[in-house]
């Protein structure tokens, strides 16, 4: 049996890629398909990149949207931990903003004992969804929270991971379990998630480390790299700072196929933002959606920043967000119709790299 990663933090770059790899994964669902079929197409989309040598799949965390079937990232990454040996799982992420950390802890800690070693908690401070979900997803009987609150509630949530409450805390006497009170000592690896500069200072205290959404806020890249940098603390998890950048990357067999299926997450992404969230629609109808000038604006923003194309252009794209960013590690997500053509993508993207289902071994 294959070890999972002895550092829970630092992958492994392997082939030509110049830093490790890993997948966010939406579960997206287009039209005509069924969540059924959305999540098979994870399953063997993890079994694919794992035998490539990608370092993690992150499961993306939303609530009431049709296209997506992430609602409940821990129940996807238990069936996904069934059928990976080395992957490092995790949620890309969970929105802390609608759980108790308690309940954080026990999920993720059980997520631990079922794949000791493999497993991140990706925690994210944006609610996620719109106002009434999320005021439907509440904890308690008042509105929905703002997320001021969450670098209490991440401390609030380490502490029940590490078993660490001081003496005459009003939670020393309670446990999250599986956790330490049971004499297990290992628990998941915490990052902390944003797509702004509010999140990127609060890791680098804290010391852990930062994923950026750049997808969704290319525009705050670099600035929130800065200050995570210059805030970044050493702890006992990580000596100096460390990033990884989610990005869009849509590798077609023809460069046609690839601006097409990118084209159906695009006007998903337009429709979401204009409050008609949706299905993925197929191919010839974002191809035949005449767009708005506001719609166009929107539209350009996405693609403006997401990678589409042949094999080749898109890793030409990914190293070069490496060079300006100083990036760690890419996490590349899509939210494209096809469900084939999910998993065809990360197959090209692989090979351009020189990743075959050897990877691993052959470094």
């Not at 628990?187 to 680098?204: D, E, K, T």
Request: aromatic share 6%.
């Amino acid at each position: 049996m294959t070890e999972p990663y002895t550092d829970p933090v630092r992958g492994s770059a392997h082939g030509t890629a110049p830093v490790p790899l890993s997948v966010l994964d939406l579960v997206a669902l287009g039209e005509g398909h069924t969540p059924h079929e959305a999540l098979e197409a994870s399953r063997r989309l993890a079994r694919l990149v794992e035998a490539r040598g990608f370092t993690r799949y992150w499961v993306a965390e939303h609530h009431s949207m049709p296209g997506i079937s992430s609602s409940s990232p821990a129940v996807v990454l238990a069936h996904l931990a069934a059928h990976t040996k080395r992957l490092r799982l995790g949620s890309g992420g969970v929105l802390l903003s609608h759980h108790a950390p308690l309940v954080v802890a026990e999920q993720f800690g059980t997520l631990e004992a079922l794949a000791p070693g493999r497993v991140d908690l990706g925690l994210g401070r944006a609610p996620g969804t719109d106002g009434a979900t999320a005021a439907a997803l509440r904890r308690t009987g008042g509105p929905a929270g703002t997320g001021d609150d969450f670098p209490a509630e991440v401390s609030e949530l380490l502490d029940f991971l590490r078993g660490d409450f001081p003496d005459g805390h009003p939670y020393r006497r309670v446990h999250a379990v599986p956790g330490p009170v049971q004499g297990h000592t290992g628990h998941p690896q915490v990052w902390l998630l944003g797509s702004s500069g509010f999140s990127a200072r609060l890791a680098g205290r804290l010391g852990l480390p930062f994923a950026f959404a750049h997808h969704f806020s290319a525009h705050r890249t670099l600035p929130a790299l800065e200050l995570y940098r210059s805030s970044f603390r050493p702890s006992a998890v990580l000596a100096e700072p460390y990033v990884l950048l989610g990005v869009f990357a849509f590798a077609g067999d023809d460069a046609r196929e690839a601006r097409r299926q990118a084209l159906t997450g695009a006007l998903a992404t337009v429709r979401l933002r204009s409050g008609r969230p949706g299905l993925i629609p197929t191919p010839e109808e974002a191809e035949a959606h005449v767009f708005t000038e506001r719609e166009t604006a929107v539209l350009g923003g996405w693609l403006d920043h997401a990678l589409y194309g042949t094999p080749d252009e898109v890793t030409a794209g990914l190293d070069d967000l490496c060079k300006r960013t100083g990036a760690d590690e890419l996490m590349l997500a899509m939210n494209s119709h096809g469900l084939d053509f999910r998993v065809r993508s990360y197959e090209l993207v692989s090979a351009a790299y020189g990743l075959s289902d050897g990877a691993l071994e052959g470094g």
